[in-house]
T-cell receptor, first 109, second 111 residues
Framework: GQNIDQPTEMTATEGAIVQINCTYQTSGFNGLFWYQQHAGEAPTFLSYNVLDGLEEKGRFSSFLSRSKGYSYLLLKELQMKDSASYLC??????????FGRGTSLIVHP | DAGITQSPRHKVTETGTPVTLRCHQT?????MYWYRQDPGHGLRLIHY???????DKGEVSDGYSVSRSKTEDFLLTLESATSSQTSVYFC??????????FGPGTRLLVL
């Protein structure tokens, strides 16, 4: 089976840096996804990590440690528009992603 | 944005009635998925398809059936809607294991 854990809610201040953690226990591992979902909208793809290490895309970076079953999404220079849910998903043996429950990020001025 | 649409976008129905949701893509992607999203549960897979007439069950398939007679269309049917099936339904498509593109969602209320 698959078990994916991430915090339910986080708050941060505009301009700051926030790290959203995701831990997983899965039968098989192919890759780990991060999606962003604004309220009332569809999830949109942010990143896909297959190998260990940090991948940077502008203000967003994603880190993976396969040996620890751990990933984080790092958001820099937070903006109000970054207020959203962030979904961690793991692709296991079947290549079909299993999603965590999501982390609701609230950015305050 | 990937060409993926869902219809209807909103629906209210009564318990016991059949309901069909449609997902349509213009990307010619092989894989199509139906998820439901509920507070406290995140996205859960209902059914998926890996080609025309090739489908399989996901985590929460009870009470749902699917059909895919053409590459571009994936239908989700609630055979006899129940209040527990009130949810937001998302369709997704992919052509590889590296990403999925989601449709805009269908909000279903079963009274």
């Amino acid at each position: 089976g698959q078990n994916i854990d991430q915090p339910t809610e986080m708050t941060a201040t505009e301009g700051a840096i926030v790290q959203i953690n995701c831990t997983y226990q899965t039968s098989g591992f192919n890759g780990l996804f991060w999606y962003q979902q604004h309220a009332g909208e569809a999830p949109t793809f942010l990143s896909y990590n297959v190998l260990d290490g940090l991948e940077e895309k502008g203000r967003f970076s994603s880190f993976l440690s396969r040996s620890k079953g751990y990933s984080y999404l790092l958001l820099k220079e937070l903006q109000m528009k970054d207020s959203a849910s962030y979904l961690c998903a793991v692709s296991g043996g079947s290549y079909i992603p299993t999603f965590g429950r999501g982390t609701s990020l609230i950015v305050h001025p | 944005d990937a060409g993926i649409t869902q219809s209807p976008r909103h629906k209210v129905t009564e318990t016991g009635t059949p309901v069909t949701l449609r997902c349509h893509q213009t990307e010619n992607h092989r894989y199509m998925y139906w998820y439901r999203q509920d507070p406290g549960h995140g996205l859960r897979l209902i059914h998926y398809s890996y080609g025309v007439k090739d489908t399989d069950k996901g985590e929460v398939s009870d009470g749902y059936s699917v059909s895919r007679s053409k590459t571009e269309d994936f239908l989700l049917t609630l055979e006899s809607a129940t209040s527990s099936q009130t949810s937001v339904y998302f369709c997704a498509i992919s052509d590889s294991e590296e990403t999925q593109y989601f449709g805009p969602g269908t909000r279903l209320l079963v009274l």
